[in-house]
């Protein structure tokens, strides 16, 4: 089976909204790199990613509600699907996500603000 960027943002969202990384962990390559814009330097390897995976499942679960809304937005020079972000009510969109595959894996997950997530053409879609 081949992996699809829509099949790879559907369980990282899946994992956000349930905090189980059993959704997304088969899916990423063992070099994964997070890339985040309000983090200086990037989340690198498997072991790492998922560490830093749990610990942040942890505190949205315990300090606010998050939703992960499939959606897709203007990325990188073409439409790509998307996992928008909200923190304490739905309607509080505070980023997104897009992924690259490299070789049918996750190879890069990006968390980004800019463009803003209320760009993204959301499909209603919150995979549990």
């Not at 899946?14 to 890339?35: C, Q, S, W």
Request: aromatic fraction near 8%.
């Amino acid at each position: 089976m081949v992996l699809t960027e829509h099949e790879a943002i559907r369980a990282y969202a899946r994992m956000m909204n349930t905090g189980d990384l059993r959704h997304f962990e088969p899916f990423i390559a063992d070099d994964i790199e997070l890339k985040s814009q309000v983090q200086s330097e990037p989340v690198q390897g498997k072991q790492e990613f998922l560490e830093h995976m749990a610990k942040n499942l942890e505190r949205f679960t315990d300090d606010a509600p998050l939703w992960a809304e499939i959606g897709e937005i203007y990325k990188s020079g073409r439409l790509r699907p998307c996992a928008v972000l909200s923190q304490y009510s739905r309607e509080n969109m505070v980023a997104s996500a897009t992924i690259e595959l490299r070789d049918n894996q996750v190879s890069r997950l990006n968390l980004f603000f800019i463009p803003s997530p209320e760009e993204a053409a959301l499909t209603g879609e919150v995979p549990v």
